[in-house]
């Protein structure tokens, strides 16, 4: 059956109205039907043990030091220190059993028999679930004890420093700055632990997995884990017949023409876009050596091979874990994004033969407030976490400490602004193009993919230090999730059609159509689909179902992301040896096979609601992004700037032979490091889980395990692997500098591709 493109078009609309009705009535009821902070927690006499501004002091000091940068909170954050709710929840626990032992029987807990300990047990498990959220929490008498506990353990940890967990002293600056931040942790942990009102579940729907606090997985989690398999098989089907049921164009290279490089005539702005690619080298490189510091810290969380306590540094706490690895993860968002920057200002004049006036200027323009932000947000990272500034101003200017999320709040202000006026540059540049066709044209298709990835952005300033924690991590995932799945993959499909479109393996109606029918799927499953994050942090239990079910839709656009690539590939082989992009277009089809990889098979199969109720949290996710992040994304970016470098180096010049060794030096070792290095240690912390709880799978202890270390010794090739194909490739980058086409000193009149372009309105 034939599809036509204003039939997609209204479907993409509706599409889009439907996620905004459900994620915007998701959004009301996550202020309705998440867990309040209570005025006060007392003690069995009435006494005051915390309260409300307390706790939310606590907050501020968990972002502030870039705690969640070393643990997790509420499963989300970093792998290296505990998941303090589990840790906080596991720590009452057993305080709570020395106490109702010594009460009881007056015998310490571990020499009571059995049936005593399985008494003291029930009590405990019985206290913890039967608590009541309010104004006001009263804990029992086992619960103060333990309460007081928890506080002098994180004060003894978190203050007065922990080498051996890479907690370096006075990591948190007072002893009541760390009795706080136990403060908020303990409340998650006691919300996670409470059944909520008129339930059998706990407002966390039993999350983290602690049989001694009641926790245990709900039949809901269960019954729709084997829906959605049921749903991935005939869900894939159905998309499958759909897909070949439509008369969607592929590429075809019969009789085709494909301009090389040297024929097209550039514009001074194209020029200036190209100075996006080293600035986003540049960053590639640091990231992936951070990277690799970030790896060995499992190892030696004291220093780097004794180099740092060789040359007198104390490396635990000039750059601690949790400063690394929010440099690692902001960087890698920017390297992909600068490159995406670019390659969005480079394409307009290539496909349209316009170069508005001034745009030369305004691109220098937003590269040079791009160097600023990024350069002011990293600063202000290891300012805000080291704590040089002070009061109100440390989440705005310096480490606002949400993971994706970590630079203060001006700069990603910055960013937002920076997000805008590329969008401006980008319509200036298509305007030609914009005139002419429909509002779903191509131009119009990048526009939409473009700006709805600043408009997602725009929600990380929908909270504050203040906002509880549920709801902050419900606006948190909006931006990382419906990037990922959303606006990233719609970019993807965009940029791949309009790659098409100029290498003239396509024409730009039929790319039109292929990227609605595929941002269609993408729309229809990815933005909803983020509500698989919801099921643990506090979130109402609906959204087991509903996120099961568009998890599992997630899948089916990522296989037909994978098939348009497939095809790519062939029609590629079949533009003979003189195919000049073939490099480019091996980074776009290895993006397409990571983004199925990474992004499909592993996060349908941890995001199945029984396994993510086990795994959440551990390296099993930690392979997941890596794959679906940098192979999908990553690979992208690199591939588009390598099809940009062609246009701006001198004929003749062009020498793929670096670039060809970075590509396959870059997937050897990201294979490496996702197969061999983080999935094994994934399945051995998923079967401490099943045999003892979730704590205890990301414990020190765990970690510690002789096979565990072996695994993360194992992992050094691939991370070297990595750092070597992104110095190869910065290296290669630099080296092309020196070969750059000369700048044209007038504006030509078009391009052998914008005159093909415009050819197919006139037909």
């Not at 136990?182 to 407002?203: C, G, M």
């Not at 396509?506 to 941002?519: D, G, H, I, P, Y």
Request: glycine content about 10%; proline content about 4%; aromatic content about 14%.
């Amino acid at each position: 059956m034939e599809v036509r493109r204003k039939t997609l078009a209204k479907l993409l609309l509706l599409a889009f109205v439907f996620n905004l009705i459900v994620m915007g009535t998701g959004a009301y009821f996550a202020y309705q039907q998440s867990p309040d902070r209570p005025e006060r927690i007392v003690g069995p006499e009435g006494e005051v043990i915390t309260t409300n501004e307390q706790i939310v002091e606590g907050k501020a000091v968990f972002q502030q030091n870039g705690l969640m940068n070393h643990g997790s909170i509420l499963g989300n954050g970093a792998y290296f220190g505990p998941d303090y709710t589990a840790d906080a929840q596991e720590r009452l626990v057993s305080n709570m059993r020395v106490y109702v032992a010594q009460d009881r029987y007056g015998t310490p807990y571990a020499e009571l028999p059995e049936p005593e300990q399985a008494a003291v047990n029930s009590v405990v498990s019985r206290q913890l679930q039967e608590g009541e959220l309010g104004t006001t929490i009263e804990l029992t008498a086992a619960e103060a004890y333990a309460y007081e506990q928890v506080q002098q353990a994180y004060v003894e940890r978190y203050y007065g420093g922990a080498a051996e967990h890479g907690v370096p002293q006075q990591f948190v600056e007072t002893r009541s700055d760390a009795r706080r931040f136990a403060d908020f942790a303990l409340w998650t942990a006691l919300f996670s632990s409470i059944d909520r009102p008129n339930s059998d579940v706990s407002w966390t729907n039993e999350w983290p997995y602690n049989p001694g606090a009641g926790n245990t997985p709900t039949t809901s989690s269960l019954t729709w884990s084997v829906i959605a398999m049921m749903l991935l098989v005939g869900g894939g089907g159905a998309g499958i017949w759909l897909y070949n049921s439509a008369e969607l164009p592929e590429p075809d290279t019969a009789g085709v023409d494909v301009p090389h490089p040297s024929e097209i005539d550039l514009f001074p702005s194209q020029f200036a876009a190209i100075r996006f690619v080293p600035v986003a080298a540049a960053l590639f490189v640091v990231q992936t050596l951070l990277g690799g510091l970030m790896a060995h810290y499992y190892i030696e969380r004291e220093g780097f091979y004794g180099i740092a306590e060789a040359l007198g540094i104390d490396a635990m706490a000039t750059l601690p874990f949790a400063i690394t690895k929010a440099w690692h993860i902001d960087l890698a968002i920017l390297w992909i994004a600068t490159l995406w920057l670019g390659i969005g200002l480079f394409l307009p004049p290539l496909l349209t033969g316009h170069e508005p006036k001034n745009q030369k200027r305004y691109i220098h323009v937003l590269l040079g407030a791009l160097v600023v932000v990024v350069g002011g947000g990293l600063v202000g990272i290891w300012l805000g976490a080291q704590g040089y500034i002070d009061g109100a101003l440390w989440w705005i200017l310096g480490n606002e400490g949400l993971e994706y999320l970590e630079v203060g709040r001006l700069w990603q202000a910055g960013l937002l602004a920076g997000f805008i006026f590329w969008a401006a540059l980008v319509a200036r540049g298509f305007k030609p193009l914009l005139d002419r066709e429909e509002r779903y044209g191509l131009a119009h298709m990048i526009l939409y993919a473009g700006g709805s990835i600043a408009l997602l952005f725009s929600a990380s300033m929908l909270y504050t230090p203040q906002t509880t924690m549920p709801v902050t991590e419900f606006w948190r995932w909006w931006v990382v999730h419906m990037w990922v799945e959303g606006a990233f993959e719609f970019f993807v499909v965009a940029i791949i059609g309009i790659s098409l479109v100029s290498m003239n393996l396509l024409t730009r109606r039929s790319a039109e159509k292929a990227v609605m029918f595929t941002a269609l799927f993408v729309m229809g499953a990815g933005v909803i689909g983020v509500s698989h994050h919801y099921w643990w942090v506090g979130m109402a239990d609906y959204w087991i179902p509903i996120g099961s079910v568009f998890s599992t839709l997630e899948f089916i656009p990522l296989i037909f992301i994978l098939y348009e690539a497939l095809h790519e590939y062939r029609a590629m082989m079949g533009a003979g040896k003189d195919f000049p992009y073939r490099l480019a277009f091996m980074f776009i089809i290895a993006s397409g096979f990571w983004n199925f990889v990474g992004g499909g098979v592993l996060g349908f199969f941890i995001n199945l609601p029984l396994v993510n109720y086990y795994e959440h949290g551990t390296f099993l996710t930690v392979g997941h992004a890596h794959g679906a992040m940098f192979g999908a994304f990553g690979f992208l970016a690199l591939g588009m700037a390598v099809y940009a470098l062609q246009f701006t180096t001198k004929a003749g010049k062009w020498d793929p032979t670096n670039l060809k060794r970075a590509f396959w030096i870059l997937n050897a070792g990201l294979a490496w490091m996702v197969f061999i290095g983080d999935i094994p240690v994934g399945f051995l912390q998923l079967e401490t889980v099943f045999t003892e709880n979730y704590d205890a799978a990301r414990s020190l202890a765990f970690y510690n395990r002789d096979i565990v270390q072996w695994l993360f010794w194992a992992r050094l090739p691939g991370d070297i692997l990595i750092i070597a194909g992104a110095s190869l490739f910065g290296y290669d980058v630099l080296k092309k500098r020196f070969v750059r086409r000369d700048e044209p000193d007038t504006v030509s009149d078009g391009t052998i591709i914008s005159r093909r372009i415009f050819a197919e309105d006139d037909d």
